[in-house]
């Protein structure tokens, strides 16, 4: 499986444009406070004390990972999401917010062992649910909309191996090739940005158009892989206001909250979102 994926990223490659990847910016650390304005929301998912991957509000009680974070490869089942913590904002060691995990749901496409490599990337989401919603005000979910063409710009914000104090941005890396919900970007990610969220930053705020689900390096080059997201995640919200693959923690309990237009896991009202210079 992972030679079909190498097989897909070498054919993509052959027909990478050089002037992509001189327009790519490198990685921003957002170190001051000033800096990490409008970033509230995406934060490290820590995953019971042995790593981390990154992740992103959606909703006031929702973060949206990879779903590989979940999925233990040793034992080949579901992480309890007790062990899991979400840290929004987190720099330095001091997070706007911090929530335990107590749900989570996996696509059932990518834990499916008859599943290809390239079919396990389309899939790679997961959704937690927090035990206690954050405020809106203190960290403002994202929008979530389709993939935007190929050659266009997008950004990456992410934590990652050697970086995993404080949020790194890059501004801008390129849309590679997109088919069949599968996307290749030319974005600088590496362990630990799975979970990252991918913005389109063409209009007033920023908005996740794809989902890192790994990365690596080709012929010189780095290259990410991701998924069209809305198609996936519609699956996800479905499981999880049903129950159907979900999982629990036995010792965390969700506090119920009222839906309302600025928290509900269907659609939400986002503000303080980042906007491009």
């Known amino acids: 499986m992972k030679r079909r994926c190498i097989a897909l990223a070498l054919g993509l490659l052959a027909q990478w444009p050089a002037h992509l990847s001189a327009q790519d910016s490198g990685l921003k650390r957002l170190t001051l406070r000033s800096e990490g304005l409008g970033w509230e929301a995406v934060g490290r998912v820590d995953v019971a004390g042995r790593g981390f991957c ?19 490869r040793a034992t080949g089942t ?6 899991v913590k979400f840290r929004a904002g987190l720099r330095d060691g001091l997070a706007v917010a911090e929530r ?31 035990a206690e919603p954050i405020p809106a005000a ?12 190929i050659g266009r710009d997008v950004a990456v914000v992410s934590y990652a191996k050697g970086r995993d104090a404080a949020l790194s941005w890059q501004r801008r890396c390129a849309v590679l090739d997109s088919r069949d919900h599968l996307t290749m970007l030319t974005c600088d990610v590496t362990f630990g940005s799975s979970g990252a969220p991918v913005f389109d930053m063409s209009g007033r705020r920023a908005r996740i158009v ?3 689900s790994s990365g690596g390096e080709q012929r010189g080059r780095k290259v990410a892989f991701g998924m069209d997201i809305p198609p996936v995640l519609a699956d ?3 499981a999880l206001n049903s129950g159907r693959g ?32």
Do not use: N, W
Request: proline share 8%; aromatic share 4%.
């Open 78 to 83: 579901a992480r309890d999401p007790g062990t």
């Open 210 to 212: 794809s989902m890192i």
């Open 100 to 130: 335990s995990v107590a749900r989570a749901v996996v696509h059932p496409s990518y834990t499916d062992p008859e599943s290809s490599r390239t079919t396990q990337i389309r899939f790679d989401l997961a959704i937690l649910q927090l």
């Open 236 to 238: 996800l919200k479905v």
């Open 138 to 149: 203190t960290a403002a979910p994202f929008s979530v909309e389709p993939m935007p063409g």
């Open 54 to 72: 990154s992740g992103v509000l959606i909703a006031t009680d929702l973060v949206l990972t990879a779903g590989h974070c979940l999925h233990d």
């Open 246 to 277: 979900v999982i629990e923690s036995a010792q965390i309990p969700v506090r119920r909250v009222t839906p309302r237009a600025d928290h509900s896991a269907s659609g939400a009202r986002f503000v303080k979102a980042p906007t491009r210079d």
